[in-house]
Structures are given as structure tokens and as C-alpha cells.
């Protein structure tokens, strides 16, 4: 079956692109073409936006109660739980996630998210009446905030859609989505289900491309929101925009987290822990913890477990359910992460693990041996800046003050754990850790808590009644004493 598409999902409907540029999806792992879609172009994101627009501010959508919006998207959900093999397969076909990880969070965690904004929905104070401080009633109530522009990252493509849309189809909004070039495949599957759910027309429109239309959408005088998953450099010069016009937005960015390692942590759990947080989806996380903070007690047993540990990874066809680290998303990633290991030997960090070459017995494809330093001062560059693929920094500190003042000492701040035998000592330590997700002796992402970044990684919250308020705007009517 070919995976080629020759329209964009615009107004309900399969829609011929304004120009013939096209994208070609490139197998990270056998560099071979996978898929031929269209290209979007400004010209087609101005018909998108003209659909939502039309939506909106004539559609049936906005103007349902909220309950009739849960009916139609506990439908879509329905169905998209009946593809999520199907989805996960896409999306490693696309961007060359490790099947074993695509089929927890790749589909099946974006499912999760619709079933927990549906529950959070359903209790939602929509319309809640207080009594003012004169004694007087006053409504205060939740409405949509308008046509939202969704723009998602390559790595985790249906989490960062769905945490968008979701939200923004339950408040009674409209969208645009557009999704990043390297990964267009999974938007067409969801397009179908939205639709096969009824979801009326215009009410969401995804027009897939690069940065161009991307800027262009964020800069449409008919978006009202941008929701933005991507790099901190992009995020920047979003915010500006939208700060310029005073459009409302929220921003999850990158990430340099830190997983410190008390001197009481079952090293064994750990190390498997790191595994998971510091390596998921072949390192390209934005919660991805790379920063391994060790006490100087136990530097070198941490050391040698992780570099072993981490040798020992399988690596290779994403395909394969063994596969544990799969190929970087594009050759640019793969040259990207080498020159940080590159950088990494420069500093003068130790390497213990990995390093720069082809892993064995992969001639093809945009392969990185994982990698591990020790030795690594947080200075350091490959300490500080997001390599977004799989390499870790072993970092010594002192004691518990000096492991919380490092983890802190970076420009992000997204997530982070801490590993430790005292469930009380690790949550201290997590109240002092400035991110906006924090685990003990775990990292499983909650979505009915909110989760975003301090810092230089976002602004705003996904996810849990705080995911679903960005997409809402706060009136107050004020009401009449009841007479009598
Ligand atoms: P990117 O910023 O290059 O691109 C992200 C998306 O934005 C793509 O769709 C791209 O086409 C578009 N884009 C880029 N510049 C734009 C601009 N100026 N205006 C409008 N759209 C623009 O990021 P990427 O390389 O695709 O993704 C990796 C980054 O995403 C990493 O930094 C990672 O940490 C971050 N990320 C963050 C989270 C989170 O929740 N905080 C989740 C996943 C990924």
C-alpha cells in the first residue's frame, strides 16, 4: 500500500495543494523515499485558516454545549484506538522511533491524552456563578479562544498534536495544524478518523510543511492562539510575534535535564531508570534526562554501570522489537549529535561509552553509537546545550546541596529525577529542582497534571484542567441580586 497522498486536509475535505511542491519522507533507517506528500505553501495555509476562520465565527462547533463536543470527540477516540498500531508503525516508518517505544508513546500515550481531557471535560466549570463581594452573583465563563495554529515537532508527532487539539476541540475552538516536514504521514490517519468521527468541517485543517509556512501561520491575522512544541530558537521568535500582536500562546521547548543519584539509590533500579528517561525514542526527548549528576562517593560504580549499561544497548532497524536505540530522524540530526560528541573529546571529557563511527553492522542509515562522558563539568557545552540524541554526561557533585545547585544551573528547565532509597529525601530534593516535571525514583508522565518548563523551556502548561484552560478565554457577566 502506498503511503503517497496528493491533498491537504482542508475544510473537511481532501483538498488539491496550491502549488506541486512536494515533501518526500525519507526512511531514517534504509535512506530510502517512503512517501511523496504535497508541500504546503502560505497559499495553503491561508485556505486553512479560512476554513477554521469560517468555522469559527459561523460553524456549528463553537455554539455546541460542551457535552455535545465530548460526544463527537469520545467517538474519535473510539476510533483512533482501534489504529494505534497502525499509527505507531507510521510514525517509525517516518521519523525512525524504535517500534518498542512508538507503541507506548507514540499512539497509545496520545489516546491516554484524549481519554483523560474527556474526563477533565466532563467536569470542567465551563459556567460557575460565585457570589461577588457585594453579595451579587457574578458568571464567570470558559470560551474558546478562537482558531488555533498547532504547530508540532518531528519527534514526538501525534503527543505534541493531541495535546493541542484535544484541548482545543473540547474548549470550542477550531485548528490548524501543521505538522513538521519529517514527519507528515501520521496527520493524514488522524485526518480520517476526525472526519469518520464527524467532526464538522473546517473544524480542524492540517497542512503539513517547513519553517516558511510555519512563520506564516504564526504571523495569520485570523489565528488567534499559537500552540508551539519545538526548539527554544523557534520558540523565541514565536513569542515575538505573537508578543507583537498580542496573541495568546503557549510554548513547550527543549530541555537539559538533570537525574541525580543519591548515595542511597539501588543503583541496579536506576541504571534501568536511566535507560528510559535519558535514552527514550533514541535520545531525542525533550525530556530526555542527559545530565547524569553522581556523589563523588559512588562517581565511579555510577560510571562504570551506565557505560556498561549503555554498551550493551541494541541499536538498529527501528522495526525490530528489540531495537532499543533506533536511527537519529535526518542525516543533518545524525551529523548534529556527532558533533557534539566531537565537542564532548575537545572539552576534555572522558569517554567511556560509544563515540564518534558507525555502530556495528550498519552501513546505512542515521545511525549514532550511544554515547557516555565522565568527567564532565556543567560548563561544559555538551552539559548546557540540547543535543537532542543519545549522549550522556556524567556530571560528580559533593553532597545533596551541590547536586540541586547543578541541576539548577542550566538555562532549561523542563523535567528531571531524582534516584534515591528515602522516598522523603527525593521529594525534598524534587522541590528544589526549578523544572515544571520532576519524578522519584520514576519519570511516567501524568496527564492529568500539567506539564511544561520553566525558563528557557516554555511558557504555559499542557495537559491536566491547566492543558485545557489555554484554550479558553475568562469572561465575568455580572449578574442582578436574585429579587427577593
Ligand atoms: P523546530 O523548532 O525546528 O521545529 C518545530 C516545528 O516548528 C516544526 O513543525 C517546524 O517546521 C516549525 N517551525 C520552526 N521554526 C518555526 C518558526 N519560526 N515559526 C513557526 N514554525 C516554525 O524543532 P524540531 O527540531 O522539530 O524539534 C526538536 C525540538 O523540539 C527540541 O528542542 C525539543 O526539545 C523540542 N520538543 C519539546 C517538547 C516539549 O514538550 N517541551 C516536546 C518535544 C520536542
Known amino acids: 500500500m502506498t503511503l503517497d497522498r496528493d491533498a491537504f486536509f482542508i475544510d473537511g475535505t481532501w483538498t ?78 517516518e521519523m525512525g522511533s524504535p517500534t518498542s517505544f512508538a ?35 457574578v458568571m464567570v465563563r470558559r470560551e474558546p479562544v478562537g482558531v488555533v495554529a498547532a504547530i508540532p515537532p518531528w519527534n514526538v508527532p501525534q503527543f505534541t498534536i493531541m495535546s493541542k487539539v484535544i484541548p482545543a476541540l473540547l474548549a470550542g475552538c477550531t ?6 516536514p519529517e514527519t507528515p504521514l501520521d496527520g493524514y490517519l488522524m485526518a480520517e478518523l476526525l472526519r469518520e468521527a464527524g467532526v464538522p468541517a473546517g473544524v480542524v485543517n492540517i497542512v503539513a510543511g517547513g519553517r516558511e509556512v510555519g512563520e506564516h501561520l504564526v504571523a495569520h491575522p485570523g489565528v488567534d492562539k499559537v500552540a508551539f512544541t519545538g526548539s527554544t530558537d523557534a520558540g523565541r521568535k514565536i513569542a515575538a510575534v505573537c508578543g507583537q500582536q498580542l496573541k495568546r500562546v503557549s510554548l513547550e521547548l527543549g530541555g537539559k535535564s538533570a537525574a541525580i543519584v543519591l548515595d542511597d539509590a539501588d543503583l541496579g533500579i536506576a541504571i534501568e531508570g536511566l535507560k528510559f528517561t535519558a535514552l527514550m525514542n533514541s ?25 556498561e549499561a549503555v554498551s550493551g544497548m541494541q541499536v538498529g532497524d527501528p522495526m525490530d522489537p528489540a531495537t532499543e536505540i533506533g536511527p537519529m530522524v535526518a542525516q543533518r540530526q545524525q551529523e548534529r549529535v556527532e558533533k557534539y560528541i566531537a565537542i564532548g573529546q575537545e572539552e576534555g571529557a572522558r569517554l567511556v561509552a560509544g563515540g564518534n563511527g558507525r555502530p556495528d553492522g550498519l552501513d546505512r542509515g542515521w545511525y549514532v553509537r550511544p554515547t557516555v562522558f565522565a568527567d564532565v563539568d ?25 547536586a540541586v545547585r547543578i541541576a539548577n544551573d542550566s538555562d532549561y528547565g523542563l523535567a528531571g529525577t531524582v534516584w534515591t532509597g528515602d522516598q522523603a529525601a527525593g521529594l525534598d530534593v524534587a522541590r528544589r529542582v ?4 520532576y519524578g522519584v525514583n520514576t519519570y511516567t508522565m501524568d496527564f492529568a497534571a500539567p506539564f511544561g518548563g520553566y525558563k528557557a523551556s516554555g511558557l504555559g502548561r499542557e ?21 427577593g
Not at 543535543?387 to 559533593?398: A, E, R, T
Request: charged share 20%; hydrophobic share 40%.
Open 434 to 437: 526549578r523544572t515544571g516535571t
Open 16 to 93: 488539491a495543494p496550491a502549488s506541486g511542491r512536494t515533501i518526500q519522507v525519507v526512511s531514517p533507517h534504509s535512506e530510502q523515499v517512503v512517501a511523496t506528500v504535497p508541500e504546503g505553501t502560505p497559499a495553503d495555509i491561508d485556505a486553512a485558516v479560512a476554513a477554521a476562520r469560517r468555522a469559527f465565527d459561523h460553524g456549528p462547533w463553537p455554539r455546541l454545549t460542551p457535552q455535545e463536543r465530548i460526544d463527537v470527540v469520545q467517538v474519535f477516540s473510539g476510533l483512533y484506538a482501534g489504529r494505534l498500531a497502525e499509527m505507531a508503525d507510521l510514525i517509525t516508518t
Open 103 to 137: 507503541n507506548l508513546a507514540q499512539s497509545p500515550a496520545p489516546w491516554m491524552q484524549i481519554e483523560a481531557f474527556l474526563g477533565i471535560a466532563r467536569d470542567y466549570p465551563w459556567e460557575e456563578t460565585r457570589t461577588g463581594v457585594l453579595g451579587t452573583p
Open 283 to 307: 535520545g531525542q526527548a525533550c525530556v530526555a534526562q542527559t545530565r547524569i549528576l553522581a556523589s563523588r562517593t559512588r562517581y565511579a560504580e555510577v560510571v562504570d554501570a551506565l557505560a
Open 378 to 402: 556543567n560548563r561544559m557545552r555538551i552539559a548546557q546545550e540540547e543535543i537532542f540524541g543519545p549522549v550522556l554526561s556524567v556530571i560528580p557533585f559533593d553532597d545533596v546541596d551541590d
Open 175 to 180: 485548528v490548524v495544524v501543521k505538522p513538521a
Open 463 to 483: 495537559f491536566g484542567p491547566e492543558g485545557l484552560g489555554q484554550y479558553t478565554e475568562l469572561k465575568s457577566i455580572y449578574l442582578e441580586a436574585p429579587a
